[in-house]
Nanobody, 119 residues
Framework: QVQLVESGGGLVQPGGSLRLSCTAS????????MGWYRQAPGKQRESVAT???????NYADSVRGRFTISIDNAKNTVNLQMNSLKPEDTAVYYC?????????????WGQGTQVTVSS
């Protein structure tokens, strides 16, 4: 299993920006896919953005064009740059890493970081 440490959440005004980071405890090239998910109060956890290591990215329709997911290979870190933030982006954001072990997908989760968009 992978240990994931998140950072970068906080309070920001609508239209502002935040950058979330998630550092993995293993070499990032050992991971198949990483991503960011979020869960707002009273709602189910949803996918925000995912990236296949060395491959494609995928975004939720609600964040496409505003959020960018990227990998820092040297730091074993996945970043989420969030621009033009809206109040509806308020949620706890979770980092996820999927490993493929013996043809099975094993998921690991970070502890979550709060993002609040409010004036």
């Amino acid at each position: 299993q992978v240990q994931l440490v998140e950072s970068g959440g906080g309070l920001v005004q609508p239209g502002g920006s935040l950058r979330l980071s998630c550092t993995a405890s293993i070499n990032i090239f050992s991971i198949y896919r990483m991503g960011w998910y979020r869960q707002a109060p009273g709602k189910q956890r949803e996918s925000v953005a995912t990236i296949i290591i060395g491959g494609n990215t995928n975004y939720a329709d609600s964040v496409r064009g505003r959020f960018t997911i990227s990998i820092d290979n040297a730091k074993n870190t996945v970043n989420l740059q969030m621009n033009s933030l809206k109040p509806e982006d308020t949620a706890v954001y979770y980092c996820n890493a999927d490993l493929v072990l013996s043809a099975a997908v094993v998921s690991s989760w970070g502890q979550g970081t709060q993002v609040t968009v409010s004036s």
